[in-house]
Nanobody, 121 residues
Framework: VQLQASGGGLVQAGGSLRLSCAASGRTFSSHDMGWFRQALGKEREFVAIISRSGYTTYYADSVKGRFTISRDNAKNTVYLQMNSLKPEDTAVYYC???????????????WGQGTLVTVSS
């Protein structure tokens, strides 16, 4: 599966953005989908994951209550709604696909190219 992330941009603290990740191929609905981020000079970190059915989600503590992951299997797309953004959310955000429900980046076999989110204070 090939992944294409979009929707990043510049937003003020407290604002919102919605990221999208479009997948090609027929196997989208057979993968659990996740979002990761990497800030400049920092390691990549897990953000959120959604099960292939969409019924189960899991979030990093740093984004819980502010971010919402969702998916539309008919459109082969996964979303990340980001509200109450903080400057520390500034990072390149990546979508990824896995065959298991996990927060471990090494378990994700497919990655998108990343989209930059910048939150100004």
């Amino acid at each position: 599966v090939q992944l294409q992330a979009s929707g990043g941009g510049l937003v003020q603290a407290g604002g919102s953005l919605r990221l999208s990740c479009a997948a090609s191929g027929r196997t989208f609905s057979s993968h659990d989908m996740g979002w990761f981020r990497q800030a400049l000079g920092k390691e990549r970190e897990f953000v959120a994951i959604i099960s292939r059915s969409g019924y189960t989600t899991y979030y990093a503590d740093s984004v819980k209550g502010r971010f919402t992951i969702s998916r539309d299997n008919a459109k082969n797309t996964v979303y990340l709604q980001m509200n109450s953004l903080k400057p520390e959310d500034t990072a390149v955000y990546y979508c990824a696909a896995a065959d298991i429900f996990t927060a471990v980046a090494e378990s994700f076999g497919y990655w998108g190219q990343g989209t930059l989110v910048t939150v100004s204070s």
